[in-house]
């Protein structure tokens, strides 16, 4: 199993470009999250799926949007791109167990710079 | 939202010494986890605790899920260069997806 994967691991975007950040999974989990983490502190949640065709806002969603058409897949998408967003993305995904057993696995991250 | 506070925010220490940290809340968590992030790679589970009360060990890692569930500790043995990183604790509240609330991390650096 590669687990999580994400593309890209490095990225510079121009102020008011879009992009398109990746995650797959071959866990077969149903959830799978989207984090930022900037530089210094923790992950903060952005969006969040519990399966295919669900998601929803985490802590702070604001500038992205996200989809979930497979299992597998949850791509994270900036539409315009700011400063504010410069950060460290993290994609991660669990089972959908409620009572242990269900920790988050993380992929390696896709850094992003916006000038 | 939620917070989470951990401390220490950073340590230097001597190989060999042994380490604690600590999360502390003002919510309850259903489980505690601790991660640890290598720099430029995401977070890797090291323990899960899952029990109030719960005292749990991975090697030289032993962690306890404190018996009011709004805190827990990481104690690191016998530190090794290799156990240079950031630590985070997590909090998990079960529901609609079991979603984590992370601590600042501390970052931990050992001299040879």
């Known amino acids: 199993n590669a687990g999580v994967t994400q593309t890209p691991k490095f990225r510079i975007l121009k102020i008011g470009q879009s992009m398109t950040l990746q995650c797959t999974q071959d866990m077969n989990h149903n959830y799978m999250y989207w984090y930022r983490q900037d530089p210094g502190m923790g992950l903060k949640l952005i969006y969040y799926s519990v399966g295919a065709g669900i998601t929803d806002k985490g802590e702070v969603p604001n500038g992205y949007n996200v989809s979930r058409s497979t299992t597998e897949d949850f791509p994270l998408r900036l539409e315009l791109a700011a400063p504010s967003q410069t950060s460290v993305y993290f994609c991660?995904?669990?089972?959908?167990?409620?009572?242990?057993?269900?920790?988050?696995?993380f992929g390696p991250g896709t850094r992003l710079t916006v000038l | 939202g939620q917070q989470l506070n951990q401390s220490p925010q950073s340590m230097f220490i001597q190989e060999g010494e042994d380490v604690s940290m600590n999360c502390t809340s003002s919510?309850?968590?259903?489980?505690w986890l601790w991660y640890k992030q290598d720099p430029g790679e995401g977070p890797v589970l090291l323990i899960a605790l899952y029990k109030a009360g719960e005292l749990t060990s991975n090697g030289r890692l032993t962690a306890q899920f404190g018996i009011t569930r709004k805190d827990s500790f990481l104690n690191i043995s016998a530190s090794i260069p290799s156990d240079v990183g950031i630590y985070f604790c997590?909090?998990?509240?079960?529901?609609?997806?079991?979603?984590?609330?992370f601590g600042g991390g501390t970052r931990l650096m050992v001299k040879p």
């Open positions: 997590a909090g998990q509240t079960y529901g609609a997806g079991n979603m984590l609330t």
């Open positions: 991660a995904s669990s089972n959908h167990r409620l009572a242990g057993y269900n920790e988050q696995f």
């Open positions: 919510s309850i968590f259903n489980t």
